[in-house]
């Protein structure tokens, strides 16, 4: 697969949809995660996203997030 560059404007907006969609989980989810961890996995899984190579990121990104999830509730 050919490496395609990540534009800033994509990962901004990979950052506000995984915050929104951060925020969702934590008011469903019966327990409400803190400001802080909600950023910080929105900030990791932007990075992963932005750093994956040849689509890595498609496996990496729901992996990341699944386990840091499962750790912290």
């Keep these: ?3 395609h560059p990540k ?3 994509g990962s ?3 950052f506000v949809v995984s915050l ?3 925020f969702g989980y934590s008011a469903l989810s019966g327990n409400p ?3 802080g961890v909600i ?3 929105a900030a990791m899984t932007t990075a992963i996203e932005n750093l994956g ?3 890595l990121d498609n496996l990496l990104v729901p992996l990341v997030i699944g386990v840091a ?3 912290i509730m």
Excluded: D, N, P, Q
């Design 1 to 3: 697969m050919v490496r």
């Design 7 to 9: 534009s800033l404007e």
């Design 12 to 14: 901004a907006t990979f």
């Design 20 to 22: 929104a969609i951060l």
């Design 33 to 35: 995660l803190h400001l």
């Design 39 to 41: 950023v910080g996995l």
């Design 53 to 55: 190579v040849g689509g």
């Design 69 to 71: 999830l499962e750790h």
